[in-house]
C-alpha cells in the first residue's frame, strides 16, 4: 500500500459507509459474474446527495468481461468497446431500488484512467467522488482504490496543462471538466462542471495538491491560495495539441457506445419503461418477447405511447 497523503484521502473517500440497501445490491450484482467479480464502485448523483430514488450508478469490475453471463456478441462487444450497460429494478428490504450498472474488466479500468488513454471518459468520471461498495477482498478493493487514484493524477495533470498559469484550485477543476464535457457527448452544459465542483470545494482543493505532489508535477502555492504549477510553455503546446486528439475522438465513442448499447443494454425495456413512468405516471404492460428483443418491439411500443398520449 502507498502511504501518501492522495493514497490516504482516496482510500478514505473509497470506504466511506452508505446506506445498507446500496451495499446489498451491490453485493448481489456481483454474485452474477459467479465469483469474477472483483469490486463493485459506487458512484454520481445519490452517493452525492446520500439518495436511493431516481437510479444508482455502479460499475462492476470484472476479472474478465467474458465472466458476465450473457451471449457471446456482448461479451466480444465489451472487449472492443467497454463498457457494456445494464439496468436491474430490485426490492432491498423492503425498499424499492433501480440501479444502472456499467460492466469493465479490473485490466479495461485501469487502462482507461491512466495518463495515456485516448478516451477522457473514465478518469474524468472517477476523479469525482465515488467508493467501493463491495470487494471480494482486501486485494481487490485496493486496486480498486490504486485506480481511482490514478483517475484523479490523470486528472489533475490534465487540469494542470490546460488550466491557466496560476489560479485557485476550483479554477483548474472547472477549466478541466469544462474541457472534459466538451469532449463527450452530454446532455448537461458545461456549467455542469462548475456545479460539481462547488458541491464539494474542499475536497477538490484538498485533492489538487496533492495529486500533483504524487505525479511529481512541482508548483508554487502563495498564501492567498492560488497555484502555479510548473509547466513550461513547450509542455502546455504539447498537452493542447494532445488534448485536441482526444476530443475529436470523444463524441465519436461517445456515439459508438450508444449504438452498442442498442443491442448489449441489458434490462433496456425496464430502463425505458421506468422513464416513461417516472415522466408520465403511466407504466405500459409489454411481454416477455418484447423484453428480449427492445429493438423490434420498440415501433409497437412507440405506437401503443402515441395512443396513450404520452408522446406528441
Excluded at 445519490?46 to 462492476?60: C, I, K, S, W
Excluded at 426490492?91 to 479495461?108: P, T
Aim: charged share 25%.
Amino acid at each position: 500500500m502507498i502511504n501518501e497523503p492522495l493514497r490516504c484521502s482516496v482510500d478514505e473517500e473509497m470506504r466511506r459507509e452508505v446506506p445498507p440497501a446500496v451495499a446489498t445490491l451491490a453485493a448481489q450484482l456481483a454474485a452474477r459474474a459467479s465469483g469474477a467479480a472483483a469490486s463493485v464502485l459506487f458512484y454520481g448523483s445519490n452517493l452525492r446527495d446520500a439518495r436511493l430514488d431516481g437510479v444508482l450508478d455502479f460499475y462492476v469490475l470484472l476479472d474478465g468481461v467474458g465472466s458476465w453471463p450473457g451471449s457471446r456478441v456482448a461479451a466480444l462487444a465489451n472487449w472492443l468497446l467497454p463498457p457494456n450497460v445494464g439496468y436491474v429494478e430490485a426490492s432491498v428490504d423492503g425498499q424499492a431500488l433501480r440501479a444502472k450498472y456499467a460492466l469493465i474488466s479490473l485490466a479495461q479500468f485501469q487502462r482507461g484512467v491512466s495518463a495515456t488513454a485516448l478516451d477522457t471518459t473514465l478518469w474524468a468520471r472517477f476523479s469525482q467522488p465515488c467508493c467501493c461498495v463491495w470487494a471480494r477482498s482486501e486485494r481487490e478493493r485496493d486496486a480498486a482504490t490504486d485506480a481511482v487514484r490514478q483517475a484523479i493524477m490523470t486528472a489533475t495533470r490534465w487540469a494542470a496543462e490546460l488550466g491557466p498559469e496560476r489560479g485557485d484550485a476550483q479554477t483548474y477543476w472547472r477549466t478541466l471538466f469544462a474541457h472534459t464535457y466538451a469532449a463527450e457527448l452530454r446532455v448537461e452544459t458545461r456549467a455542469r462542471g462548475d456545479d460539481l465542483v462547488a458541491r464539494d470545494t474542499e475536497r477538490y482543493a484538498r485533492l489538487l495538491p496533492e495529486s500533483w505532489r504524487a505525479s511529481g508535477i512541482g508548483f508554487e502555492q502563495a498564501g492567498d491560495g492560488l497555484f502555479a504549477p510548473m509547466i513550461s510553455p513547450s509542455a502546455r503546446a504539447d498537452a493542447a495539441h494532445r488534448w485536441a486528439l482526444r476530443r475529436r475522438l470523444g463524441k465519436p465513442l461517445n456515439i459508438l457506445r450508444l449504438l452498442k448499447a442498442a443491442f448489449t443494454f441489458d434490462g433496456a425495456m425496464d430502463y425505458v419503461l421506468w422513464k416513461v413512468e417516472r415522466h408520465s405516471g403511466v407504466r405500459p404492460e409489454v411481454t416477455a418477447w418484447q423484453r428480449r428483443h427492445p429493438l423490434l418491439a420498440a415501433p409497437g411500443l412507440y405506437r401503443r405511447l402515441r395512443k396513450l398520449n404520452v408522446l406528441r
